[in-house]
């Protein structure tokens, strides 16, 4: 199975809160999981990866928390600012076709 | 920015229209992608080259016709598109095959179809 299924859609969260954002996928042969971060009028950018033999990666206030046995993993954002506002995907990739699969994304607004 | 241009940033083409977008990658990457974002959908994936040749084809119709001259340049060329057409479509570029889960994003050109 390809896809990867990402909630909530949207999350609203006060400012200094923290912000989760969950993905769950099913093929056991994905090799990263990034996740993506995408401001209105801008194309993704990268923001954080992981990959499945490592169960947390943290890069600032951002960290990937991971699952493999339950198949699933999320980012959280702690001290959430409003300039964290923005739409997040997660993804997994198959490596050598290329190719990731997306999730649908997740709307984040901070309120300050 | 991220290395990565698109022109034109927004087009409005009728249905009869013949129109063509515009990707540059200035990072020195090998592969590049063209996707279609929807609003509330995940971004699907049009086409996929590497060193010029294209890797995938995911059963895009034919009015949607991509052209790599090199491995900086790519081209969506556009014909007879339908209103559901109307969306964002994204360039992206990466540096290697196993690194396809680190793309840089174009800012997309916002394609409306009348």
């Known amino acids: 199975q390809q896809q990867v299924k990402q909630s909530p859609q949207s999350l609203i969260v006060q400012k200094g809160g923290i912000s989760i954002i969950n993905c769950a996928y099913e093929?056991?042969?994905?090799?990263?999981f990034p996740w993506y971060q995408q401001f209105p009028g801008k194309g993704p950018a990268l923001l954080i990866a992981i990959r499945p033999d490592v169960s947390e990666k943290k890069e600032g206030r951002f960290t990937i928390s991971f699952n493999k046995s339950a198949k699933q993993f999320s980012l959280h954002i702690m001290d959430s600012q409003p300039g964290d506002s923005a739409t997040y995907f997660c993804a997994a990739s198959l490596g050598s076709n290329y190719q990731l699969i997306w999730g649908a994304g997740t709307k984040l607004i901070i309120k300050p | 920015e991220t290395g990565v241009t698109q022109t034109p940033r927004h087009l409005v083409m009728g249905m009869t229209n013949k129109k063509s977008l515009k990707c540059e990658q200035h990072l020195g990457h090998n592969a590049m992608y063209w996707y279609k974002q929807s609003a509330k959908k995940p971004l699907e994936l049009m086409f996929v080259y590497n060193f010029k040749e294209q890797t995938e084809n995911n059963s895009v119709p034919s009015r949607f016709s991509p052209e790599c001259p090199n491995s900086s340049h790519l081209f969506l060329h556009l014909h007879t598109l339908q209103p559901e057409d109307s969306a964002l479509y994204l360039c992206?570029?990466?540096?290697?095959?196993?690194?396809?889960?680190?793309?840089?994003f174009g800012p997309g050109t916002r394609l409306t179809v009348t």
């Open positions: 992206a570029s990466s540096q290697e095959p196993d690194r396809a889960y680190e793309q840089y």
């Open positions: 093929n056991t042969a994905f090799d990263y």
